[in-house]
């Protein structure tokens, strides 16, 4: 069964960091390679919004809020992508989800909460 699985997440002060993991479980590379991936976060009360994308060929993107503070990899060898956050701040707190994607699939992680404290 194919999964993604969520870790790193936790409780850090202002100004800290934090880097989140999501490993694929039961992909074989021929198909996690090719897949595009990305991170979302939902904060409480609000809607869930995209952080951060890496595709299948490495190239990222970020949303406004985190550009500068956050960096999105991937290990292939590995089947992991990282998200790196620096710099964190109170508006950064919420489940950060780990999805991929291609043209016919989607799969999503259960997520792993990080909370940014003053």
């Known amino acids: 069964q194919k999964r993604l699985v969520e870790s790193g997440g936790g409780l850090v002060q202002a100004g800290g960091s934090l880097r989140l993991r999501c490993r694929g479980s039961?992909?074989?590379?021929?198909?996690?390679?090719?897949?595009?991936m990305a991170w979302y976060r939902q904060a409480p009360g609000k809607q869930r919004e995209l952080v951060a994308t890496v595709s299948n060929s490495g190239t990222t993107t970020y949303a406004d809020s985190v550009k500068g503070r956050f960096t999105i990899s991937r290990d292939n060898s590995v089947k992991t992508i990282y998200l790196r956050m620096n710099s964190l701040n109170l508006e950064d707190t919420a489940i950060y989800y780990c999805?991929?994607?291609?043209?016919?699939?989607?799969?999503w992680g259960q997520g792993t909460q990080v909370t940014v404290s003053s």
């Open positions: 999805n991929a994607h291609d043209s016919q699939n989607d799969y």
């Open positions: 039961g992909f074989i590379t021929s198909v996690f390679n090719p897949l595009h």
